[in-house]
C-alpha cells in the first residue's frame, strides 16, 4: 500500500523509526500491533467488569464514599 503524507508527519516516523533501529513500516507495524494488544485488553477488562457482580450506580454518593475512603487510605499512611 502506498500513502502520501503530511511532511511532518513523515518526518516524525522517519526519526521515530531510525531512533529504533527499524524501517518505517517496521514501526507502523509496531504501532498496529501494540493498538491490537491494548484493545483486546480492553474488551478484556470489560469482560471482567461485566462478571465482577451486580451493577453499582455511580452518582454523586458513590463518588463522594469512594473519595472519602481514598482519602481515609491516605491518611493512614
Do not use: C
Not at 518505517?24 to 493498538?35: F, I, K, M, R, S
Request: charged fraction near 30%; hydrophobic fraction near 40%.
Amino acid at each position: 500500500m502506498s500513502i502520501i503524507l503530511n511532511p511532518v508527519l513523515e518526518k516524525q516516523l522517519l526519526e521515530r523509526a531510525e531512533a529504533r533501529g527499524i524501517t518505517v513500516n517496521e514501526y507502523l507495524d509496531g504501532l498496529v500491533q501494540a493498538e491490537q494488544r491494548a484493545e483486546n485488553e480492553l474488551e478484556q477488562l470489560a469482560l471482567e467488569g461485566l462478571a465482577s457482580g451486580p451493577p453499582v450506580e455511580a452518582g454523586p454518593e458513590f463518588w463522594n464514599r469512594l473519595h472519602q475512603r481514598l482519602d481515609e487510605r491516605l491518611n493512614q499512611r
